[in-house]
């Protein structure tokens, strides 16, 4: 079974992605945080459970107030965002696919997180039944 | 005379012997009376004969006198002809031209003073030799074949003969000769011949054939058109130049009056400069003749007047040099000095112009407004000590020695003006050329003051704008996050409770769905093309 890591900081998005993912017969851990999502990488990492596949949001910042957000995007926030979490992943497996999903996909923010190694940036316009067929074809190949 | 002299001496022979009868018959007493008688008779006998001897001797004496009188004819006549003789001699001996007798027999008996002049031989050197020797080798034959028709009795009519003088040198004469005839008229005595030293002649037309072989070959081969015209501009002759030169033919322009070919706004300089000719004036002038065709070409004129040999004017010689191409070139580099001054005066921009050691030969007015410097401040002076700020220095001098090593400057820099101001200028310099060599450099100097005003404006409103645009870029994206997320939750949560419900039910869920779609669309649109619209 394949299997995937979101890390988002929307429940929702958590519990949605899940659904449709399952459906295509994907195991699926979520974290809410960058830093969560490291670390859950590297234990899933270590425990030989590496995923297939790890869906990035690029604003982990939990904040609802645009300052806030500001920040976390310049890296200057409490945590780290999307870009840093990738950067971070790929220390510790450099083999590790990414992909963006993220309502910031037509931002500079976006093409930090190719360059820090995503493979992909999805909209989040994509509604989340299709993207999880993306999920399910890539992965199947 | 002769005979009157025997009478006289019979008639003294009988009066002796009558004498000597008398003589007899004075002895003889007898014949004494006859004697007496016939002395008496002998007396009136010796009387007669006395008076017969009287009469001889008048007759003899009207004789002498007739002899003496012819005598002296004979002797006037000696004189008169010796003198014509010593006449004749001296007339052949001195006579300037040389003149030579001689025999039937080809020996010369005569040889003047100008004969001995002309060969160097005298005359008792060739008297009595053979005429041959004369005659130079190879033209002996037919000089000698000339005398014998003259020994024919036919006349040389100037016949070249070449002589050969005694230094081995040859010379022309030209001969005319003549027979010399005793009285029957048929026995020849001489022949006389006079001749008329050509040798020098002879060169000298052989050197004006040849003069004017050249100068006919000079006259065609000629790029300058030559015309000769008489006094009333009728042309009568041409050069083949001159009539290409126009286009014609050269019989076609022969013949033709000079006022046919002028543009008809010159024919009073072309009067003009015919009047000087007829004084007697050369001149130099330009003027405008029209080709064949009816084009204009322009001409250097340079016409002389030809005069007779009484020293009428009879017309004029010029030398033609179409200058049309050059005159075109001449007014093309007017067009273009004048241009180029105009446009160093004119120019909006400050140029200065420097020698090959970057000394300033001249300034526009514009440099001047822009660095406060007349031409005699910097005039002959380096440029470099006078408008570069301290600090540009060593840039400057960079630059200077990047033009006069034949390259082009473009640079932008602060230069100084004579009040100690600065001035931001762009400068490029650029070296001058000519035929290969660098003689100097331009300079123009562009104050950009304003221009770098005018860009920090624009750099300013730049990065206003950019930050505006930015402001505006970041605004759109964190609504368009704020948008997105919360609409991609509500509609998987509304996609997934569709799949729970049955149809009848999810039409109203459906068009819940669809409203976000639309509000997703505006804020799409919004967001990324700026337009609000569904």
Request: hydrophobic fraction near 35%.
């Amino acid at each position: 079974m394949s299997r995937v890591l979101v890390v988002d900081d929307e429940p929702d998005i958590h519990e949605i992605l899940t659904v449709y993912l399952s459906r295509e017969g994907i195991d699926v851990e979520n974290a809410l945080t960058g830093e969560e999502g490291v670390k859950m990488y590297k234990k899933m990492h270590d425990e030989r459970r590496i995923p297939d596949l790890v869906i990035m949001d690029l604003n982990l910042s939990g904040e609802k107030g645009m300052e806030g957000i500001d920040l976390h995007r310049e890296g200057k926030g409490k945590r780290m965002d999307g870009v840093r979490a990738t950067e971070q992943i790929l220390d510790i497996n450099p083999d590790a696919v990414i992909w963006g999903y993220t309502a910031w996909s037509d931002t500079e923010w976006a093409e930090r997180l190719r360059d820090a190694g995503a493979k992909k940036v999805v909209k989040r316009l994509v509604p989340f039944k299709e993207f999880a067929e993306m999920v399910a074809d890539f992965l199947e190949e | 005379m002769k005979g009157e002299g025997k009478k006289k001496e019979e008639l003294v022979k009988e009066l002796v012997e009558l004498h000597e009868r008398v003589a007899e018959l004075e002895k003889s007493e007898t014949g004494r009376k006859q004697a007496e008688k016939e002395l008496k008779a002998a007396n009136q006998q010796l009387t007669a004969s006395e008076q017969q001897l009287r009469a001889a001797n008048q007759q003899l004496r009207a004789s002498e006198q007739q002899l003496r009188a012819a005598n002296q004819q004979l002797t006037a006549s000696e004189q008169q002809l010796r003198e014509r003789n010593n006449y004749l001699e001296s007339l052949i001996n001195y006579a300037n031209a040389p003149i030579i007798v001689w025999d039937p027999e080809s020996k010369i008996s005569r040889f003047n003073h100008a004969f001995e002049h002309l060969t160097g031989y005298k005359a008792d050197e060739v008297i009595g030799q053979e005429l041959s020797m004369l005659f130079p080798e190879a033209s002996r034959d037919e000089s000698l074949h000339n005398i014998a028709r003259t020994l024919s009795g036919k006349y040389w009519k100037r016949v070249e003969i070449p002589i050969l003088c005694k230094d081995g040198k040859v010379r022309l004469v030209l001969w005319n000769s003549a027979n010399i005839y005793a009285e029957d008229g048929k026995t020849l005595l001489s022949i006389i011949a006079q001749g008329q030293d050509i040798t020098e002649r002879k060169k000298a037309e052989e050197a004006l054939k040849e003069s004017e072989e050249k100068y006919r070959t000079l006259v065609e081969t000629a790029q300058e058109g030559i015309c000769i015209d008489d006094k009333n501009d009728n042309i009568t002759f041409t050069n083949k130049a001159f009539a290409d030169m126009l286009g014609y033919e050269r019989n076609e322009i022969i013949g033709m009056n000079f006022r046919e070919l002028v543009d008809k706004r010159q024919i009073p300089e072309l009067e003009k400069q015919t009047k000087m000719r007829m004084e007697g004036k050369s001149s130099k002038y330009e003027i405008t003749l029209y080709t064949k065709n009816g084009k204009p070409c322009n001409v250097i004129v340079s016409a002389a007047p030809l005069v007779n040999v009484d020293g009428n004017y009879e017309g004029s010689i010029s030398v033609n040099l179409d200058i049309t191409e050059r005159k075109k070139a001449e007014e093309e580099r007017e067009y273009q000095r004048n241009y180029f001054q105009a446009l160093f005066k004119d120019s909006p921009e400050g140029i200065v112009s420097l020698d090959d050691k970057h000394r300033v030969i001249d300034i526009n007015p514009t440099f001047e407004e822009m660095f406060g410097y007349h031409l005699k401040d910097l005039q002959g002076k380096e440029i470099d000590d006078y408008i570069i700020p301290e600090r540009f220095l060593k840039e400057g001098k960079a630059y200077t020695k990047r033009a006069l090593s034949g390259k082009t400057v473009k640079a932008e820099t602060i230069r100084k003006r004579k009040d100690g101001s600065e001035v931001p200028v762009s400068i490029l310099g650029a070296p001058i050329f000519i035929d290969g060599k660098e003689v100097g450099i331009f300079t123009i100097y562009r104050d950009i003051t304003e221009r770098k005003e005018a860009e920090e404006k624009l750099q300013k409103a730049y990065k206003e704008v950019k930050r505006a645009l930015e402001q505006e870029k970041v605004f759109k994206l964190k609504t368009a996050h704020y948008f997105f997320n919360p609409l991609c939750i509500a509609k998987g949560y509304i996609d997934l409770t569709m799949e729970e419900l049955p149809e009848e039910q999810r039409e109203k869920l459906k068009a819940a769905r669809h409203a976000i779609e639309r509000v997703e669309k505006v804020v799409e649109n919004v967001t990324q093309r700026g337009e609000i619209r569904e």
